[in-house]
């Protein structure tokens, strides 16, 4: 008898616990589906779009990008699984009022969001690092103010018209609707991109062989970010313990620069080729390095070659020219195992918040620029050789500082580009970190790095036999001396020059002369003697674009002075990415 009780009681709880799941899922299924959907866009549709879209802009692969976001994509599901189960017991037990009222809450949230970040991101500020002025967009907060108090106040209407019970079944029904669709647009973009590939080569620069020399003979390239020539001088002459330091440089204040931007200025100064839209960035980039006439003459006079440049662009095997790389070819599978989750991921929240969040507080999300660095993501300990170059300039003044100097026979190439008087600009001239910069700022932040670059040199008896270029990559917008970027530093030493006082040359050079230059510089040349072929007059081009389009370059002349922006007119030619 009492077995045959146990298992009527067995029965009847199985029964019992069959109905509270049916009745659990009844009641939840929406608010699940609505989790879901909601994590997969921010962290797995969102993520692997971006990346497929940009596939070249990425170090890393999208197999090492789907592990990361995946995991995330799990952890904050979980989690949010947790507080709807909360929630859901918390309620009374017979009235479940409040769990769809929080139903319909959460859809609110997800829809808004979802419209926020795929169709109103036409707007969406610059991420170059530059400081973000948000209150430039005051009409894009009244948009975003708009979409929310239409989404509100639909969703109220609809409550009241097909009652709450229902709505909170229908809402799961539309973020099932979405969530097809956001499948469907994730697979087509997927099928249509090559970016499946593991990526054969990257080009990571790394510390190694910053403070090593020749006793003989040395070739270097100092590069400081976004300074505009005459901004530049203006600022040196003011600084009373620093204004002599270039006096041995022949200094050319008419130089034009190609390019406005450091992704298509860099590989012209180091390949004298003009990027004109051809290809994607890095992959034109690869292919103008492999053939670089300056790589080709170092390499032709026995140098060294090193390349410290954050966003050096050269993902080839042939890149195992440049000295200094990361081992990528026998040390592939270490840079993944050193990825930190919880560095990338921040990155990566950074980039959904900035995207998915109303216009009016997308501001706290925090983010500066969309680069997903190495140095940024792997884990690391104190600076060494094997670090990954850091281009900022208070890093590069310790690592100056820190490495020791060594003096090889063999003949060094250098290429070093620094964050310069780029925003942001959250140093002073001592390298310490301030919260309201400005350009002059950066410009103090730039004399003082060159000006501990040549003392290093100085004082290990290196100055005397390098060739020394101090120039910049592209100018800067407002600087107070220019209104326009193509006006770029650009100064000359050659080896064995010395002056009682800064040399000027009114040439009106562009950066595609810069070939010829570096040879006549290795021919024993002097830097007044340099660019002696152009003549007082002539026509030089600029390509006009913005920093988010890049998608059509606009062909500009002038036959006047670099910094004459108002003079410089269009030819008529615009160059489309047509790739």
């Given at each position: 008898m009492n077995i045959e009780l146990?298992?009527?009681?067995?029965?009847?709880?199985?029964?019992?616990g069959s109905i509270y799941m049916k009745k659990y899922l009844k009641d939840t299924w929406s608010m699940y589906l609505i989790i879901f959907v909601l994590c997969f866009m921010l962290f797995l549709y969102e993520p692997l779009l971006m990346y497929m879209s940009n596939v070249s802009d990425f170090w890393f692969s999208i197999s090492t990008l789907f592990k990361m976001t995946s995991l995330l994509f799990i952890v904050i599901f979980i989690i949010m699984s947790v507080v709807l189960n909360a929630i859901y017991f918390l309620s009374k037990k017979n009235d479940k009022k409040t769990f769809k009222i929080m139903t319909i809450i959460a859809f609110v949230v997800f829809f808004s969001c979802y419209v926020q970040g795929n169709y109103l991101v036409g707007n969406l500020p610059v991420l170059d690092g530059s400081k973000i002025i948000w209150s430039d967009y005051k009409v894009d907060w009244i948009i975003s103010i708009v979409l929310w108090i239409i989404v509100i106040g639909g969703t109220i209407f609809a409550v009241k018209k097909f009652t709450l019970n229902k709505m909170s079944k229908y809402v799961g029904f539309i973020s099932l609707a979405i969530f097809l669709m956001l499948t469907v647009s994730l697979l087509t973009t997927y099928l249509t991109t090559e970016c499946v590939e593991e990526k054969e080569f990257l080009s990571l620069p790394t510390y190694k062989n910053i403070n090593k020399y020749s006793k003989d003979k040395n070739f270097v390239i100092f590069l400081l970010d976004c300074v505009d020539s005459r901004s530049f001088i203006v600022r040196l002459n003011k600084?009373?313990?620093?204004?002599?330091?270039?006096?041995d440089f022949t200094y050319y204040p008419d130089t034009m620069s190609v390019?406005?931007?450091?992704?298509?200025?860099?590989?012209?100064?180091?390949s004298g080729k003009v990027y004109q839209n051809e290809k994607p960035i890095k992959d034109w980039a690869t292919e103008m390095y492999k053939d670089s006439p300056l790589f080709k003459l170092m390499e032709d006079n026995n140098y060294e070659l090193n390349v410290y440049d954050e966003?050096?662009?050269y993902n080839d095997l042939s890149a195992e020219r440049i000295s200094n790389l990361y081992d990528y070819k026998n040390n592939k599978e270490k840079v993944y195992e050193n990825l930190s989750k919880f560095k990338f991921w921040k990155q990566e929240v950074k980039y959904i918040l900035f995207r998915y969040l109303p216009s009016f507080i997308k501001k706290y999300s925090f983010i500066e620029t969309m680069y997903f660095r190495p140095r940024d993501?792997?884990?690391?300990?104190?600076l060494t050789e094997k670090s990954f170059f850091v281009f900022s300039?208070?890093?590069n003044?310790?690592?100056f500082k820190q490495f020791e100097v060594k003096l090889e026979d063999k003949k060094n190439f250098k290429f070093i580009h620094l964050h310069g008087a780029h925003e942001p600009w959250n140093l002073d001239k001592k390298f310490n970190k301030i919260k309201k910069g400005t350009y002059d700022t950066g410009l103090d932040s730039s004399i003082a790095i060159t000006y501990e670059y040549l003392k290093l040199l100085k004082d290990n008896n290196i100055y005397d036999n390098t060739n020394l270029i101090i120039m910049a990559d592209h100018g800067f917008l407002k600087s107070g001396y220019s209104d326009g970027r193509q006006n770029p530093l650009f100064l000359v030493k050659a080896a064995n020059e010395k002056h009682d006082k800064m040399q000027v040359s009114n040439k009106p050079i562009s950066f595609v002369d810069l070939d010829g230059m570096y040879k006549d510089l290795m021919d024993g040349k002097k830097s007044k003697d340099l660019f002696i072929n152009i003549p007082d007059k002539r026509t030089r081009r600029f390509l006009k674009y913005t920093f988010n389009n890049k998608n059509v370059m606009t062909e500009y002349e002038t036959k006047d002075k670099a910094w004459e922006t108002s003079k410089m007119y269009k030819t008529g030619k615009k160059f489309s990415k047509s790739w």
């Open positions: 146990n298992i009527v009681d067995d029965i009847i709880k199985r029964v019992q600084d009373i313990e620093n204004k002599d330091m270039l006096k390019h406005g931007y450091t992704d298509e200025s860099v590989p012209l100064i180091l966003y050096f662009f993501l792997v884990n690391r300990d104190d300039n208070d890093s003044y310790k690592a």
